[in-house]
């Protein structure tokens, strides 16, 4: 009996060192990526491809734990799945790290070692490296808080990072414009915890302006912000230069009005005057005696004043007389 416990030891002895010698770790990769780049508090997966480097014996293995170095993740252990518990002489089988998510933004993010049945591993798994990424902080602001009309100002974008990336920063504008030869975008090549700024010139509207900021990166992060400038002088709306046009019409109206007086006056100016020393309720003799021959007023009878009816009426009197006096002296 204790020669068959002694013989049973001796081959645990010799046989478990040549199992652990066997496997190795093949290939490391997180989402197919020796470093990967992902948003903060993302989930991901990691893969490790486990080879039995004996080539006439098969391998058992039961348990494969990737070990995680420093607190970055969200647990220090993730556990394997999905790999062949029996590995063929020379073959592989891949065990599957799911889960695994980051809580702290950081470019240089690893993993410690992965463990097979107790045995500790570190080829490949060292060289992987998470960069996990997040925009902590996007202000928008502008050199002044009150434009006049056609002036230019300044607004400038400060974005801080976690984790290393590139991002482009955007801003839209409303109601104002860039400043001609602007691009509305601006590219921004971040490390981690830095900060860094962008700026552009604005040509101020004709009212209150304002301003949108985006800021994008790989893995579809994003943030954005905002600013506002006023005008101190915005430009009048249509309803009020339609009240002005109609306070113009209506001093045209006054002018036109005004104007129609002179012209009435000036037109009245021209009309006969009565003689002053000939009153229009005094008739002399010779203008009652030609009423009496008319048998009407004389202002009635030639639709001319009185006075000037007079006058006229003299003048015909004169011409008839003196043509009376010419043919009595050619009988004569």
Same mark, same amino acid.
């Given at each position: 009996m204790k020669k068959l416990i002694l013989i049973s030891v001796l081959m645990a002895i010799l046989i478990v060192p040549g199992v652990e010698a066997a496997?190795?770790?093949?290939?490391?990769?997180? &989402? %197919?990526?020796?470093?990967?780049?992902?948003?903060?508090?993302?989930?991901?997966?990691?893969?490790?491809?486990?080879?039995?480097?004996?080539?006439s014996s098969s391998v058992t293995t039961n348990e494969i734990v990737l070990d995680v170095s420093g607190n970055w993740a969200e647990s220090n252990t993730y556990s394997g799945s999905g790999f062949s518990s029996t590995i063929s002489a020379g073959g592989t089988t891949t065990a599957t790290f799911e889960g695994i998510r980051t809580i702290t933004p950081g470019n240089n993010h690893k993993f410690s070692d992965i463990d097979i049945d107790g045995t500790t591993h570190t080829e490949e798994v060292s060289s992987a490296k998470i960069n996990a990424i997040v925009i902590k902080t996007l202000t928008l602001s502008s050199s002044s808080s009150s434009v006049a009309t056609s002036s230019e100002f300044i607004v400038t974008a400060n974005i801080l990072s976690g984790g290393d990336f590139d991002a482009t920063l955007t801003l839209t504008p409303?109601?104002?414009?860039? &400043?001609? %030869?602007?691009?509305?975008?601006?590219?921004?090549?971040?490390?981690?915890?830095?900060?860094?700024?962008?700026?552009?010139?604005?040509t101020m509207g004709s009212s209150d302006c304002s301003l949108s900021l985006a800021a994008t990166g790989p893995s579809d992060i994003s943030l954005s912000d905002s600013a506002s400038v006023t005008n101190p002088s915005p430009s009048t709306d249509d309803s009020s230069a339609a009240g002005s046009t109609g306070s113009g019409a209506a001093a045209s109206g006054g002018a036109g009005a005004a104007l129609s007086s002179?012209?009435?006056?000036?037109?009245?100016?021209?009309?006969? &005057?009565?003689?002053?020393?000939? +009153?229009?309720?005094?008739?002399?003799?010779?203008?009652?005696?030609?009423? &009496?021959?008319? %048998?009407? +007023?004389? %202002?009635a009878f030639f639709g001319l004043g009185t006075t000037t009816t007079l006058a006229l009426f003299s003048v015909l009197v004169i011409v008839i007389i003196l043509i009376i006096a010419a043919k009595k002296r050619q009988r004569i």
């Open positions: 496997l190795v770790v093949q290939d490391f990769k997180c &989402k %197919g990526e020796t470093t990967l780049t992902i948003e903060n508090n993302e989930q991901f997966y990691c893969q490790a491809v486990i080879l039995n480097n004996d080539p409303s109601n104002c414009e860039l &400043k001609s %030869g602007e691009s509305a975008s601006k590219s921004v090549s971040l490390a981690h915890n830095s900060e860094l700024s962008r700026s552009w010139t604005i002179e012209e009435e006056t000036e037109s009245e100016s021209e009309l006969p &005057k009565l003689e002053e020393t000939t +009153p229009i309720s005094e008739k002399s003799t010779l203008e009652k005696e030609i009423e &009496k021959i008319l %048998g009407a +007023p004389i %202002g």
